[in-house]
């Protein structure tokens, strides 16, 4: 089955730098690629997704490219904030129910 | 508003015992979904169901059993809990087709003692 593994498991930034976490899948029939934050005591939320036939897209402050050659994913966050701290997780599907496979999850602090 | 509901945020249960855990979604999603939620882990899928009364194993099935007798109803169920079994549970729901968001549910934070 998918595998999804993701880098690094912490992350310390200051505010205003950029955060990048790295994702990559084991199955290439994989085409479906969102990342879920979860703050604190709350439910995980999705911030941004991608499909396999785009390489790049970018809302405001967060961008997530897509290398499907080499089977990685990332996410950028630039001018980190705090309320940006939080857990990230990257995941990653292939079939019409919508299942999907997660990564580990990234704990983002940024620091003032 | 999507809500996703669970019946507790908090439980604690004894070793042995059988343990209901339950979720509504007020969307008419097709698809829910029960993960596990343990530090280091991500995420993990238990069962998932795509219709009523439908239902597949996740990766970590062993120990855990599902209901779906209702569109917007996903029971979770643990036959005989283990402390094994403590942890955070997760439901979500989503409309069929892959490019879709998984709406989550607030977690239901399990003890086994």
């Known amino acids: 089955g998918e595998n999804v593994e993701q880098h690094p498991s912490t992350l310390s930034v200051q505010e205003g730098d950029s955060a990048v976490i790295k994702c990559t899948y084991s199955?290439?029939?994989?085409?479906?690629f969102p990342w879920y934050k979860q703050e604190l005591g709350k439910r995980p939320q999705l911030i941004i997704d991608?499909?396999?036939?785009?390489g790049e897209k970018k809302d405001q402050r967060i961008a997530v490219t897509l290398n499907k050659t080499a089977k990685h994913f990332s996410l950028h966050i630039t001018e980190t904030q705090p309320e940006d701290s939080a857990v990230y997780f990257c995941?990653?599907?292939?079939?019409?129910?919508?299942?999907?496979?997660f990564g580990a999850g990234t704990q983002v602090v940024v620091t003032p | 508003d999507v809500k996703v509901t669970q019946s507790s945020r908090y439980l604690v249960k004894r070793t042995g015992e059988k343990v209901f855990l339950e979720c509504v979604q007020d969307?008419?999603?097709?698809?829910m979904f029960w993960y596990r939620q343990d530090p280091g882990l991500g995420l993990r899928l238990i069962y998932f169901?795509?219709?009523?009364?439908?239902?597949e194993k996740g990766d970590i099935p062993e120990g855990y059993s599902v209901s779906r007798e209702k569109k917007e109803r996903f029971s979770l169920i643990l036959e005989s809990a283990s402390t094994n079994q403590t942890s955070m549970y997760l439901c979500?729901?989503?409309?069929?087709?892959?490019?879709?968001?998984?709406?989550f549910g607030p977690g239901t934070r399990l003890t086994v003692t």
């Open positions: 979500a729901s989503t409309t069929t087709g892959s490019w879709h968001e998984q709406y």
């Open positions: 199955d290439s029939a994989s085409n479906y």
């Open positions: 991608i499909r396999s036939n785009v």
């Open positions: 995941a990653a599907s292939k079939d019409s129910w919508g299942k999907l496979q």
């Open positions: 969307m008419d999603h097709e698809n």
């Open positions: 169901s795509y219709d009523v009364k439908m239902k």
